[in-house]
């Protein structure tokens, strides 16, 4: 089993800014790809910024210029580094990693979530 621990969420004024960090552990074969979703009170978890294992990025249009994803891999984390902050950017934000699983000759897709980290942009 694969563990996603996120850290350094918290509260800040709106315009400033935050770096968010998720530390995989556990019985990792090879971790794919990594990411960061959030989800605010009464909406869907939506996707923030996805990395892959070669470095390249993805964001929604609405953190696109703001927030940078980066991961290291031999340290199997991924970041968060979220500048000039909007209070609708308030929300649990949540790391996610996936990978591929060679069993018995059959490759496997599985999916990990961590617990979530709250952030919260005050206006």
């Known amino acids: 089993q694969v563990q996603l621990v996120e850290s350094g969420g918290g509260l800040v004024r709106a315009g400033g800014s935050l770096r968010l960090s998720c530390v995989a552990s556990?019985?990792?074969?090879?971790?794919?790809?990594m990411a960061w979703y959030r989800q605010a009170p009464g909406e869907e978890r939506d996707r923030v910024a996805v990395?892959?294992?070669?470095?390249?990025?993805n964001y929604a249009d609405s953190v696109k210029g703001r927030f940078t994803i980066s991961r290291d891999n031999a340290e199997n984390t991924v970041y968060l580094l979220m500048n000039s902050l909007k209070a609708e950017d308030t929300a649990v934000y949540y790391c996610?990693?996936?990978?591929?699983?060679?069993?018995?000759?059959?490759?496997?897709?599985?999916?990990?979530w961590g617990q979530g980290t709250q952030v919260t942009v005050s206006s």
């Open positions: 556990g019985d990792i074969f090879e971790i794919n790809s």
């Open positions: 990395i892959s294992k070669s470095g390249g990025t």
């Open positions: 996610y990693a996936d990978e591929y699983r060679r069993i018995l000759g059959t490759k496997t897709f599985y999916e990990y």
